[in-house]
């Protein structure tokens, strides 16, 4: 049984930092190209950071140079470091696994990040 298991989310102050973590199990975690994706309220879900299995890693403009993105194939996990966080980071972020050329896509249930004052 796939499970992504999301944690590290939380409130904090803007110009803090989150780390987030995704936890693996029941697929070749090594083999999968791994993201973090957000949804804020009334808005689409979109893509926060990817890290492929060749540990190739993109950015959306938004977060490049505060959020790094890593992942541990030893321990099945994906990371996501939060520094200078702002009001408008504020959403359900999800973890995001793929496989494109066999149709895999799993997604976790989600940790909320809230930035504010």
């Known amino acids: 049984q796939v499970q992504l298991v999301e944690s590290g989310g939380g409130l904090v102050q803007p110009g803090g930092s989150l780390r987030l973590s995704c936890a693996a199990s029941g697929f070749t975690f090594s083999n999968y190209d791994m993201g973090w994706y957000r949804q804020a309220p009334g808005k689409e879900r979109e893509l926060v950071a990817t890290?492929?299995?060749?540990?190739?890693?993109n950015y959306a403009d938004s977060v490049k140079g505060r959020f790094t993105i890593s992942r541990d194939n030893a321990k099945n996990t994906v990371y996501l470091q939060m520094n200078s966080l702002k009001p408008e980071d504020t959403a359900v972020y999800y973890c995001?696994?793929?496989?494109?050329?066999?149709?895999?896509?799993?997604w976790g249930q989600g940790t909320q990040v809230t930035v504010s004052s």
């Open positions: 890290i492929t299995r060749g540990a190739n890693i």
């Open positions: 995001n696994a793929q496989r494109p050329v066999f149709g895999r896509n799993y």
